[in-house]
């Protein structure tokens, strides 16, 4: 041992200074040869337990991964290596930014990720049912009338995202009376329109047309009336009715004239008013009286409101 330990003594401080001269050079040489470096990979996002029954929609579906390391390690690295994603566990309804996370390689060191954060809107899919409106445009031919239109089915179901269904406020069925000289029966698509009249995209309907029939007359009557609105006095207690306007304002009916003389206007069906919130417009069916016909049996109702100070 007294042997080994002069050995290892001999000459100790050229030997530790010979260790530290390599030491220094390897890390010159790997330094120089191996130095360190960033790079960016961009790569998909994956969303981890999105929950059923929600249309998702995220702000981008791609980040930016920026890493550091000696660049040996990149010689071998691709985009498949690096993972970014999205736990949705937690979400709630409605828009909100989530934070990513990130999976690299061994060796490597996070610089940034690009965004950090991604706005994803969960929107419910929800189903409400609604009256179809059937709209008739023209008029029969010559001395024809309008004497019943009668429609296969005359509700529907709309299916879709709770922000597109609520927009829905009507199904419109159209139907053209032009030059009709006789009863026929015809298929028309149905329309989501909202409050403005404008088709509502992205919502699915339970059925995509009805079947129209129509009865033509000879001999019937016309006769054009005022339209009378008959809305329920439910109006929330903050609000005030500041008028009502009926489109149109007349509309042409039809029967025999013995029918049509006791006629002097045709009121709407009763229309609540609870739901009012700033005014607007909506769709409201006619009461129309035995034996008297109107080629269109829904009007349009706008109501203006108030606030009581």
Same mark, same amino acid.
């Given at each position: 041992?007294?042997?080994?330990?002069?050995?290892?003594?001999?000459?100790?401080?050229?030997?530790?200074?010979?260790?530290?001269?390599?030491?220094?050079?390897? @890390?010159?040489?790997? &330094?120089?040869?191996?130095? !360190?470096?960033?790079?960016?990979?961009?790569?998909?996002?994956?969303?981890?337990?999105?929950?059923?029954?929600?249309?998702?929609?995220?702000?981008?579906?791609?980040?930016?991964?920026?890493?550091?390391?000696?660049?040996?390690?990149?010689?071998?690295?691709?985009?498949?290596?690096?993972?970014?994603?999205?736990?949705?566990? &937690?979400?709630?309804?409605?828009?909100?930014?989530?934070?990513?996370?990130?999976?690299?390689?061994?060796?490597?060191?996070?610089?940034? $990720?690009?965004?950090?954060? *991604?706005?994803?809107?969960?929107?419910? *899919? *929800?189903?409400?049912?609604?009256?179809?409106?059937?709209?008739? !445009?023209?008029?029969?031919?010559?001395?024809?009338?309008? +004497?019943? @239109?009668?429609?296969?089915?005359?509700?529907?179901?709309?299916?879709?995202?709770?922000?597109?269904?609520?927009?829905?406020?009507? *199904?419109?069925?159209? $139907?053209?009376?032009?030059?009709?000289?006789?009863?026929?029966?015809?298929? $028309?698509?149905l329309v989501p329109l909202n409050a403005d009249g404008r088709e509502v995209q992205g919502?699915?309907?339970? !059925?995509?047309?009805?079947?129209?029939?129509?009865k033509i007359a000879r001999g019937l009557s016309r006769k054009t009336v005022d339209v009378?609105?008959?809305?329920?006095?439910?109006?929330?207690?903050?609000?005030? @009715? +500041?008028?009502?306007?009926?489109?149109?304002?007349?509309?042409?009916?039809?029967?025999?004239?013995?029918?049509?003389?006791?006629?002097?206007?045709?009121?709407?069906?009763?229309?609540?008013?609870?739901?009012?919130?700033?005014?607007?417009?909506?769709?409201?069916?006619?009461?129309?009286?035995?034996?008297?016909?109107?080629?269109?049996?829904?009007?349009?109702?706008?109501?203006?409101?108030?606030?009581?100070?």
């Amino acid at each position: 041992m007294s042997r080994l330990g002069s050995l290892v003594q001999h000459n100790l401080l050229a030997k530790l200074a010979a260790l530290i001269v390599a030491v220094v050079l390897w @890390l010159y040489v790997m &330094n120089d040869q191996n130095p !360190s470096m960033e790079a960016s990979y961009t790569v998909p996002v994956t969303m981890e337990s999105v929950p059923d029954g929600y249309l998702m929609h995220a702000g981008t579906d791609t980040v930016t991964i920026r890493v550091r390391g000696p660049r040996s390690y990149f010689v071998s690295a691709d985009n498949s290596d690096f993972h970014a994603r999205v736990d949705l566990s &937690n979400f709630t309804e409605g828009e909100r930014a989530y934070a990513v996370k990130t999976s690299i390689p061994y060796g490597f060191e996070l610089v940034s $990720v690009s965004p950090d954060r *991604i706005n994803i809107t969960l929107d419910r *899919i *929800i189903q409400r049912t609604f009256r179809i409106n059937l709209s008739a !445009s023209g008029k029969p031919a010559d001395g024809f009338t309008v +004497e019943g @239109l009668k429609q296969s089915n005359d509700k529907v179901t709309v299916e879709g995202p709770r922000s597109l269904v609520d927009q829905v406020t009507e *199904i419109a069925a159209y $139907v053209s009376l032009s030059d009709r000289t006789g009863d026929f029966t015809t298929t $028309v698509s149905l329309v989501p329109l909202n409050a403005d009249g404008r088709e509502v995209q992205g919502v699915t309907l339970s !059925s995509a047309s009805t079947e129209v029939t129509g009865k033509i007359a000879r001999g019937l009557s016309r006769k054009t009336v005022d339209v009378q609105a008959k809305p329920r006095s439910d109006l929330p207690p903050q609000l005030k @009715l +500041e008028g009502i306007a009926v489109q149109p304002a007349r509309i042409e009916i039809s029967g025999t004239k013995d029918v049509l003389d006791k006629v002097t206007s045709i009121e709407t069906e009763d229309f609540s008013l609870s739901d009012v919130k700033e005014g607007g417009t909506r769709q409201v069916h006619l009461r129309l009286p035995n034996g008297v016909t109107a080629a269109n049996q829904t009007v349009t109702v706008e109501i203006k409101v108030g606030t009581i100070q």
